[in-house]
């Protein structure tokens, strides 16, 4: 899978719109764009994903470039709970290992 | 509720011994992964399995066994644990490859 690039870390405040940026530039055609986030001591969470169009689901929304190189998470109204770090992967589907691989991540403080 | 079960939570155990962390799912889901996740290194993917009785090498599956004899569990055994086993550990499941993973509480396991 290709490899992306984001931020170590952003700041919000709470009830304020959070744009997440995430560069893909080597993304291939078939690779998915996933968001997973992952809450102080818990496991990752599925949030949204993608192929070229724009995504909306009740977490949030997924907006792709339209060369497909970056897409951005938006949080619409970022809560306390909020707070997480947030992974962009990419998957092709002929990833039989079924792997998500999990990079740095960028990491969503929220103040109240 | 739909969920990912994980047992033990938390584990100290010394080198050598034996021991098995279980993880259940009640989704009916094919698809069920092993992650690790150390600091620095992000998670990595231990073995997977793709059906019953259908299991394989991830990234980093050396030390580690599985098994899948029922569709809902998927143990992750340490036949002879070392330090550098000492980690926070996810199972994982999903429908299909492509699908979003639901991912289990974590166990933290300590290997002295």
């Known amino acids: 899978d290709a490899k992306t690039t984001q931020p170590n870390s952003m700041e919000s405040n709470e009830e304020e719109p959070v744009h997440l940026p995430c560069n893909h530039s080597?993304?291939?055609?078939?690779?998915?764009i996933h968001w997973y986030r992952q809450l102080p001591s818990q496991g990752p969470e599925y949030v949204i994903h993608g192929l070229t169009s724009n995504v909306n689901n009740r977490m949030a929304s997924l907006a792709i470039a339209e060369d497909r190189k970056s897409s951005t998470l938006i949080l619409h109204r970022a809560t306390l709970r909020d707070a997480a770090v947030y992974y962009c992967i990419l998957r092709d589907l002929s990833n039989a290992g079924n792997m998500l691989t999990f990079g740095g991540g960028t990491r969503l403080m929220v103040k109240p | 509720e739909a969920q990912v079960t994980q047992n033990p939570r938390y584990l100290i155990t010394v080198t050598g011994k034996k021991l098995t962390v279980t993880c259940s799912q009640n989704?009916?889901?094919?698809?069920m992964s092993w992650y690790r996740q150390d600091p620095g290194l992000g998670l990595r993917q231990i073995y997977y399995?793709?059906?019953?009785?259908?299991?394989d090498k991830g990234d980093v599956p050396e030390g580690y066994k599985v098994s899948r004899k029922e569709k809902r569990n998927f143990p992750l055994i340490l036949e002879s644990p070392s330090p550098n086993q000492t980690s926070l550990y996810f199972c994982?499941?999903?429908?299909?490859?492509?699908?979003?993973?639901?991912f289990g509480p974590g166990t933290r396991l300590t290997v002295l």
């Open positions: 080597t993304i291939s055609g078939t690779d998915y």
């Open positions: 994982a499941s999903n429908r299909g490859t492509g699908n979003e993973q639901f």
């Open positions: 399995s793709m059906n019953v009785e259908v299991t």
């Open positions: 989704m009916n889901h094919e698809y």
